[in-house]
């Protein structure tokens, strides 16, 4: 075992160094009639949740309100599609750790990795310290949350099951309260996979 600062690292034998399951990530961008109706669905939530309250103000005219309207509906469809782009970087993470167990199942050289009876091993958020490690570009996505989001959801919820509240102030929260509870769920003690020995590449789908 390799210690480094504060950090534990697991030993691997020899030199070589092992290429792991590509991370395939899907776009999460909605275009033309979808980016429509994201924005329909926002506006609906504005009106459902009965947010901008009636005013008896004269000079609180119907062109005012409608603004605000729009306004409010464009911050919740930004809420929701950065929401929808973290839990996809979810999905694929945790589909790749999938992957990437599989594979050292099946490597006689990395097999004793991942058991928790081997003093030390690495558990399965040392995938997540990898990828943070090997510096992965993903597009201001936070990693933490994304895991969070899509251990909480296995489907991502529609814009219109989600509350102004969660949007605005309780989808972080759940999140990480989401990855710090799996996060601990290996047995101590968990060490970290080394970056120089992994080959990790992202494919944008």
């Known amino acids: 075992m390799d210690i480094i600062g504060g950090r534990r690292f697991v030993e691997i034998a020899g030199d070589k160094t092992h290429e792991l399951p590509p991370l395939l990530v899907a776009d999460a961008t909605p275009r033309g009639r979808r980016l429509e109706k994201v924005m329909t669905m926002a506006a609906e939530l504005v009106e459902s949740e009965s947010l901008i309250p009636l005013s008896t103000s004269a000079a609180q005219d119907e062109i005012d309100l409608e603004r605000r309207r729009y306004e409010l509906a464009l911050q919740f469809s930004e809420q929701y599609l950065g929401l929808k782009t973290h839990w996809k970087w979810g999905d694929a993470v945790l589909e790749w750790i999938r992957q990437c167990e599989t594979t050292f199942e099946l490597r006689s050289d990395l097999r004793a990795l991942l058991r928790p009876d081997i003093w030390p091993h690495a558990g399965r958020a040392s995938f997540i310290t990898l990828l943070h490690d090997k510096q992965i570009d993903t597009g201001g996505v936070d990693l ?62």
């Open 144 to 205: 933490h949350k994304a895991i969070g989001l899509r251990l909480a959801f296995r489907h991502l919820p529609p814009l219109g099951y989600c509350s102004d509240q969660f949007l605005i102030y309780l989808n972080n929260s759940v999140a990480n309260s989401a990855f710090d509870t799996w996060s601990r769920m290996s047995p101590d003690p968990i060490s970290s996979l080394p970056p120089e020995r992994f080959e990790v590449q992202v494919v944008r789908m």
